[in-house]
């Protein structure tokens, strides 16, 4: 969910 | 993963590592501010809610519960160990750490990316994580003598994130093309709450002398 490639960060 | 993103978290780790040598070698935290690696401690747990929820990959999870696991371990180290919470600075650490915690947290719930209470902690681990440095920028200003080992660490600690940087605008370019204003401007905001220190750890460095900052 959210902006795209955020959730993939640390 | 990119580059730039891989050295990001493996600065960070390894400034973590540092840290944590400097503590377990030396038996002695100070120059170190607790109230700096409290703010850790909620950055992680609040950042990473999703950890048992949602599986983005085996590094994603390792490094989370590193992560996690660490910053604990160095605030029970500066707390509850017998002989490193003797050498804490508490007399220099006073910056009021708890009054960053509600601005962020109305930040967050006046800018979450979502309004759902995971993507709210989020953003506000964002916002936390930008000014969780301040009270050791501080409390490095009043000690007489860094070691180096403090110094590594607050050095690679910005350095991890102006890769963040790098790597935000990579992704813009050849992924996303999207622009992630929290991450972003957090992330600059962070950065920039180093450059004085960078300037003098390196000033430091390239003259080899003790690195002092102006109080």
Wanted: contains cysteine.
């Amino acid at each position: 969910p959210g902006d795209g490639g955020s959730k993939d960060e640390l | 993963m990119n580059i730039f993103r891989l050295a990001g978290d493996m600065t960070h780790l390894l400034s973590i590592v540092v840290l944590l040598l400097k503590i377990r070698t030396t038996k002695s935290c100070a120059g170190i501010s607790l109230k700096t690696q409290e703010l850790y401690v909620i950055v992680f747990i609040t950042r990473y809610l999703d950890l048992f929820t949602r599986y983005v990959s085996f590094y994603n999870t390792a490094m989370k519960l590193v992560f996690i696991g660490t910053s604990v371990a160095i605030v029970w180290y500066m707390r509850l160990h017998k002989v490193v919470k003797q050498t804490y600075s508490r007399d220099e650490d006073t910056f009021k750490h708890y009054l960053l915690i509600p601005p962020c947290f109305i930040l967050a719930l006046l800018i979450p990316l979502e309004f759902t209470v995971t993507e709210i902690l989020w953003s506000f681990s964002i916002y936390l994580e930008a000014v969780a440095i301040l009270p050791q920028l501080l409390l490095l200003q009043r000690s007489s003598n860094i070691d180096n080992l403090t110094g590594s660490y607050v050095f690679l600690l910005g350095a991890y994130r102006a890769l963040y940087i790098v790597n935000w605008v990579y992704r813009f370019f050849t992924e996303t093309h999207k622009i992630r204003w929290i991450p972003w401007i957090s992330g600059l905001v962070q950065t920039a709450l180093y450059a004085d220190f960078f300037y003098y750890y390196i000033k430091s460095w390239k003259n080899h002398e003790k690195l002092r900052l102006p109080a």
